[in-house]
C-alpha cells in the first residue's frame, strides 16, 4: 500500500517507538485472571506477531507465556489460512476440534474454523458481525473464562 516507503526503516520507527512504551504497557483486563485459571491445562498462543516483540510484552506485563507458542514466522500461509491453529493443535497433541480458539479479529476467527477448531470471538476490536463465523461471541477476557468455566474446561461442549 506505501510502496514509496522503505519496509526495514519503518519496521526500526516502529520497534523504537514500541520501546519507549515497554514500561507503561498494562495486562489486558482479565488476562491475568484467564491465564491463572487456565494453570495446568494445555494452551497455546497463536499469533501473527514476531516472537521478540511477543516475549518483551508478556515480560513487561509480568504474564507467563505458555509452552506452546506458534508466530507467525513458524508457518509458511499467514492468518487467515488455517496453518498456525493445526500447528498449534499438533503442538498441544490434541485435535483441533478439541481446540478452543479465542480471536479478536476476522482473520483469526476464519483460520481458526478453517483448521476444525472451535472460534470464540472477542469483541474488543471488531463487531459480532465482522467476527461472523466464530460459535460464539464474548466482550471480554472475564467473559471467556465464565465460558471455560460453565462448559466445564476440557468437559463440556460449545
Do not use: N
Not at 460453565?150 to 468437559?155: H, L, M
Amino acid at each position: 500500500m506505501a510502496a514509496h516507503l522503505d519496509p526495514a526503516a519503518e519496521r526500526r520507527a516502529l520497534d523504537r517507538l514500541l520501546a519507549r512504551e515497554m514500561g507503561d504497557i498494562q495486562p489486558v483486563e482479565g488476562a491475568p485472571e484467564l491465564l491463572e485459571s487456565l494453570s495446568g491445562s494445555p494452551w497455546a498462543i497463536v499469533t501473527s506477531g514476531a516472537r521478540d516483540f511477543v516475549e518483551a510484552r508478556f515480560a513487561a506485563t509480568g504474564l507467563a507465556l505458555p509452552a506452546v507458542q506458534v508466530y507467525g514466522s513458524d508457518v509458511h500461509q499467514a492468518k487467515p489460512a488455517p496453518d498456525c491453529f493445526a500447528l498449534a493443535a499438533s503442538r498441544l497433541g490434541v485435535p483441533a476440534s478439541e481446540c478452543l480458539v479465542v480471536e479478536d479479529a476476522p482473520a483469526g476467527i476464519q483460520a481458526a474454523v478453517a483448521a476444525g477448531c472451535i472460534a470464540v470471538g472477542l469483541t474488543t476490536t471488531h463487531t459480532e458481525e465482522a467476527l461472523g463465523q466464530a460459535r460464539v461471541c464474548v466482550a471480554s477476557l472475564a467473559d471467556v473464562q465464565s465460558l471455560l468455566t460453565g462448559y466445564g474446561f476440557g468437559g463440556g461442549r460449545l
